[in-house]
């Protein structure tokens, strides 16, 4: 791959605008951009739960993983047209939900944001994940966007939201459970 950031600054986004994959300028505030730099968000989110000083068995290989993935989604969004992400990257993460999953007794209530740390950062991963699949979405609107790209930000939500929950049993052996507010 050789040395391909050997000068960090290049001065030429001072004007708004930023290089694509492919080589196209386009407005640092556009779809495309506001797509992927949002898929980096979620990325540096997970390093957040990963920086977390115990995490249970599996939970950060499954993390890293996804964030080498992430890394993917985020050159697929980058080059218009390019294709990294697949159906075995939905199937995969698919399978790692239904392990993590399998363990945890089923919801009856909604739980709150929180835990310790380490859920309480994958929580705010989730939600990152979220708003980077509302971003992919408003591109999809109006340019082509993999299907196999949005499932993948679809099912990774779910899978942080179930390691939500293991961390929060693992930090604090339970979750915090919502309750109507009464007036």
Not at 24 to 52: F, P
Not at 92 to 121: H, M, S, T, V, Y
Not at 135 to 146: I, N, Q
Request: net charge neutral.
């Amino acid at each position: 791959m050789g040395n391909r950031l050997t000068k960090i600054y290049t001065r030429t986004g001072d004007d708004g605008s930023t290089g694509l994959g492919d080589g196209a300028r386009v407005a640092k505030e556009s779809l495309r951009v506001e797509a992927y730099g949002t898929v980096d968000e979620a990325n540096s989110a997970i390093g957040v739960v990963l920086a977390s000083a115990s995490l249970p068995p599996g939970v950060d290989q499954c993390l890293i993983d996804v964030q080498h993935d992430l890394f993917d989604l985020g050159g697929e969004l980058c080059i218009p047209g390019h294709r990294m992400i697949t159906a075995a990257f939905v199937e995969r993460l698919e399978a790692k939900l239904d392990q993590f999953n399998e363990n945890l007794p089923p919801l009856k209530d909604f739980i709150l944001p929180g835990g310790g740390p380490a859920a309480a950062a994958c929580h705010v991963a989730r939600t990152v994940c979220r708003r980077a699949e509302r971003r992919c979405w408003s591109l999809a609107r109006v340019e082509e966007v993999s299907p196999y790209a949005l499932q993948y930000l679809n099912r990774l939500s779910d899978l942080l939201f179930v390691l939500a929950r293991v961390l929060a049993r693992h930090e604090r052996g339970t979750e915090t459970v919502w309750r109507r507010t009464r007036g």
